[in-house]
């Protein structure tokens, strides 16, 4: 850390300073780093002085598993996202369709998945708003798509059994067996994924977040070139594995780590599906789904996810499982196991993120194998999605057990994510549900297992060291201390004693000593 007296001091006073371990009242920023805390900052010269009048300042949130790339896409095709009814999604393709004829495929994502029976969407309905150019609209958890008649035409599926795919002439494909069938046919061109990363970029300065991990970035995608042409706020991308082609991928990612390593982006993490979700019944599951004989559907061969797994782990990469179901994650827990098994000791920080549902018998080996658990605290709550979709496919049993934020911080490392855009990337939001465990309007009155909640502290904590943790910057960001870098939040008040945490305003955030937003 360079420590010259002529380079700019700004202090920070008049509030809380939150550090991750305690509290103090005064904070210095000195190229770029934590200079001095305490009474300590309020010595000697300093260039500018910040009032905190009476706000909290805290280390930045990171977020520890999104899709920023996809967050920003949404906002230039259809607006879908956010809308009530079928016929309102229906209407804003018809449109956006007619706005812009020379399109020639209508792209865009965000609807909720709850608003048709079993989350099974027609293409008719979509054929009645635009009849003769292809429609391909991903739903908000980026596990189905939803198409008309055209897209399925184009695709070759009309009338395909190909599993995954809902019989025409429904439109509804799930999963990645059969949603790429169609999206891998999307000319190029049509989205500017410059625009998509700024904007995500802003999204993200405002809620007081500075570190993301992009959890899901395809080689051929553009996502990585995008984010390298557009600095703006830290970024660790992750690497998807393909279960068909992963042995010609693994060069490829070593060169694409290579290439990608700057100040603010990072390339070392390779993401890998153990399974699908519980909501279109492709989580895996150690017990079936209510009222059916299903398991769910894996993603990959268990033997080959293991030879993947530590042929990636050999390569040097940090390990990214999504995991929903119980089996899902037994599954990926045994891939860490197999990888620490057959490759040298080293410091591998492997990731399991979602963990809805965990066998209490694989909870010590998160702790065990050393696996970080990253969960997204938003979805622990009754939303129609749990009542419509999920609870019905779990029953009341399995359904109680989802999301034991608790019982993981209690037991092994966790940090949290948003998964955005599937849900809000506003940290203070998922701090509130992963307090009270209720729906940001208070339902149900006590909480929804209310014995998974956690206080305030652990919340933050979880968003900061924690995902500081993942990202392998512990001793960088995630709390304050002297020689740190000053990634901050300044927050209008404490949250872990606000009444509602997610009305907390962010008033300021600060990447590097420099400040973003605000």
């Known amino acids: 850390m360079t420590d010259s007296a002529d380079e700019p001091t700004v202090v920070f006073r008049g509030g809380t300073v939150w550090t991750g371990t305690g509290r103090t009242h005064a904070l210095a920023v000195r190229g770029g780093r934590v200079h001095a805390l305490g009474d300590a900052a309020l010595i000697g010269d300093r260039t500018a002085e910040i ?11 990171g977020d520890g598993h999104a899709h920023p790339v996809l967050g920003g896409l949404e906002r230039q095709g259809p607006p879908v996202a956010g809308l009530a009814s079928v016929a309102e999604i229906v209407e804003a393709v018809r449109v956006y369709a007619e706005a812009h004829p020379d399109v020639p495929w209508i792209v865009g994502a965000g609807y909720d998945p709850t608003l048709a029976p079993d989350g099974v969407y027609d293409a008719r309905w979509l054929d009645a708003a635009v009849p003769d150019r292809p429609v391909v609209l991903r739903a908000g958890d980026y596990h189905a798509v939803w198409c008309n008649s055209a897209a399925l035409a184009r695709a070759g599926v009309e009338d395909s059994t190909v599993e995954g795919i809902v019989r025409s002439p429904l439109g509804t494909l799930r999963e990645w067996a059969a949603c790429d069938l169609v999206l891998r046919l999307i000319p190029p061109g049509l989205t500017d994924l410059g625009a998509a990363v700024r904007h995500a970029y802003a999204a993200y300065a ?40 992963w042995r010609d991928q693994l060069p490829l990612f070593r060169a694409e780590r290579e290439r990608v390593a700057t100040d603010l982006v990072s390339g070392h993490t390779v993401k890998f ?32 996810l293991l030879a993947a797994a530590a042929a990636v782990d050999a390569a040097g990469f940090q390990l990214h499982l999504h995991a929903i179901g119980d089996a899902g994650v037994r599954l990926a827990l045994d891939a860490v196991e197999h990888a620490t098994a057959v490759n040298p000791p080293r410091d591998r920080r492997p990731v399991i993120t979602h963990v809805q549902l965990v066998d209490p018998a694989d909870v010590p080996r998160f702790r065990e194998l050393g696996v970080i658990a990253n969960l997204q605290p938003y979805w622990a709550q009754l939303d129609p999605a749990q009542t419509e979709l999920t609870i019905p496919r779990l029953g009341p049993d399995r359904a109680a057990a989802q999301y034991p934020i608790r019982t993981l911080t209690a037991t092994t490392r966790v940090s949290f ?22 729906t940001l309007s208070g339902d149900p009155p006590g909480g929804w297992v209310p014995a998974e909640r956690v206080d305030g502290e652990t919340a933050l ?7 500081a943790y993942q990202a392998f910057a512990e001793h960088e960001r995630g709390t304050l201390a002297v020689g740190r870098q000053a990634d901050l939040a300044l927050l209008s008040e404490d949250p872990t004693t606000a009444g509602r945490p997610a009305d907390v305003a962010v008033l300021g955030t600060w990447l590097a000593g420099r400040r973003i937003w605000g």
């Open 51 to 61: 009032d905190l009048a009476g706000g909290f300042l805290m280390p930045a949130f």
């Open 206 to 245: 405002a809620a007081g977040v500075t570190w993301v991990q992009d959890a899901w970035v395809d080689l051929d995608s553009g996502f990585a070139d995008a984010y390298l042409a557009n600095p703006g706020l830290r970024v660790a991308l992750a690497l998807r594995a393909d279960p068909d082609h």
């Open 273 to 304: 599906f153990t399974d699908g979700v519980i909501e279109t019944e492709t989580a895996a599951l150690l017990s079936p789904y209510a009222h059916s004989c299903g398991h769910g559907t894996p993603v990959w061969p268990r033997a080959e």
């Open 417 to 438: 994510g948003s998964d955005w855009p599937v849900d809000s990337l506003k940290p203070l939001e998922g701090v509130q549900v992963a307090m009270t465990r209720q």
């Open 461 to 467: 904590a979880c968003y900061t060291a924690g995902t």
